[in-house]
């Protein structure tokens, strides 16, 4: 499975933030076996949710084994639904980030 961590800005008609959001680092999970691939679903469904992707960070391959005990549910999720996004977003300042939100 990849993750992958990719920021991105809200849509200014983004209704499900408030106008106080200004980012977010988004963690997603896709349960595909090619990369580009797998960016490519990421990215369509942040924008689908009201989010303009900017640029991908980290990309990474995990295997089942190697999935953090806290991660556990974000990989059983993708592995259902085929795909879990985590954002973690702020405000005016991105070092002051806010808890994460699953979508």
């Known amino acids: 499975m990849f993750v992958l961590t990719i920021t991105a800005r809200p849509y200014p008609d983004n209704k499900d933030v408030d106008?106080?959001?200004t980012g977010a680092r988004i963690k997603a999970w896709i349960n595909f076996p090619e990369q580009e691939a797998a960016e490519m679903i990421a990215n369509f469904y942040i924008h689908k949710n009201g989010w303009g992707p900017e640029s991908t960070t980290?990309?990474?391959?995990?295997?089942?084994?190697?999935?953090?005990?806290?991660?556990?549910?974000f990989y059983n999720e993708a592995m259902e639904y085929g795909s879990t996004f985590i954002f973690n977003l702020w405000g005016k300042e991105p070092e002051q980030e806010k808890t994460p939100v699953s979508h």
């Not at 980290?58 to 549910?73: C, F, G």
Request: charged share 45%.
């Open 58 to 73: 980290d990309i990474q391959w995990l295997e089942e084994s190697e999935v953090a005990a806290e991660d556990r549910e």
């Open 19 to 21: 106008k106080q959001v």
